[in-house]
């Protein structure tokens, strides 16, 4: 799938929480190579760092931003004074680092980062927020803010555990009912989807949600190889098992027909300021 890039308007941005129930299960590093292979064919994206106490793109890509998302909560800058340039040209609104306050925003915070939202008009195809990882009332806020939800998940026993009790927390809580699986770090595509069986199995059984498999990517050394030299797989190692099935995730996720109320940035930015008032996020 080839597009020319910045056809996308503020009323057709495909907004995209990715989350996890821990780290460590390389959601980061999905979120970054997604971001470059749409990218690559075509497509403006922006990645939001929404682990604001905790940076991790930058890091993963051997970027140094002098500004981070501090500056804009505080009301120093505006979102895009601070956005950094990443591989291939996608835009990156960098974290911070150390901030406890961050770990969970407060009202005129959000109210702050909406206002930065809706003053910015560069062209947006894909927003990929990148979320912490856990549940957290910062995660519950902008997954129910994206148009769409992808849990990555992995074999180890409690990254299921605790993918789950995401989905949970992001059912019971907000409502949340439909999700996306992407299962990362497996041997081959059977072991994938019997890490989403036994995911689907847990949920379908106590919760009443709609789970669809994204993908997988498979175990592959080109990512840690790519890691150690912060760069992305799917730039380094082209040719790797990895790049070809981010790959074939990224076209899967762009070629989704259902549009729903929630997939423009305006719309994010209602959902975004409708949360301010909810006092269990």
Do not use: W
Not at 5 to 32: C, D, E, F, P, Y
Not at 60 to 85: C, F, S, T, W
Not at 123 to 151: K, R
Not at 154 to 167: G, R, V
């Amino acid at each position: 799938m080839m597009r020319r890039a910045g056809q996308g308007s503020r009323n057709h941005v495909k907004t995209i929480a990715v989350a996890s129930g821990k780290g460590g299960v390389g959601k980061t590093n999905l979120v970054a190579n997604l971001a470059i292979s749409m990218k690559k064919m075509g497509y403006e994206v922006l990645i939001l760092d929404a682990d604001l106490a905790l940076n991790n793109i930058d890091v993963l890509l051997h970027l140094a931003p002098r500004y981070n998302i501090q500056h804009v909560l505080n009301g120093d800058m505006m979102l895009k004074d601070i956005l950094i340039e990443g591989p291939h040209g996608i835009k990156i609104l960098p974290a911070s680092s150390g901030v406890q306050e961050l770990t969970s925003l407060d009202e005129f915070q959000r109210l702050r980062l909406i206002e930065e939202f809706e003053a910015y008009d560069e062209p947006i195809d894909v927003l990929l927020i990148d979320t912490a990882a856990g549940v957290s009332s910062n995660v519950a806020f902008f997954c129910i803010a994206a148009q769409e939800i992808i849990i990555i998940a992995s074999p180890e026993p409690t990254a299921l555990t605790d993918a789950y009790a995401l989905i949970k927390v992001l059912y019971t809580r907000y409502q949340e009912k439909e999700f996306s699986v992407l299962v990362n770090a497996v041997n081959d595509e059977v072991e994938a989807v019997e890490v989403f069986k036994r995911l689907y199995t847990a949920a379908d059984r106590f919760l009443n949600i709609s789970l669809d498999y994204l993908g997988y990517i498979p175990y592959d050394d080109s990512v840690r190889k790519s890691v150690r030299q912060q760069r992305a797989f799917v730039e380094a190692f082209p040719n790797s098992d990895a790049s070809r099935n981010i790959n074939i995730v990224a076209n899967e996720i762009l070629s989704r027909s259902k549009n729903k109320v929630k997939g423009s940035l305006q719309f994010f930015i209602g959902n975004l300021l409708s949360t301010t008032t909810d006092s269990t996020v």
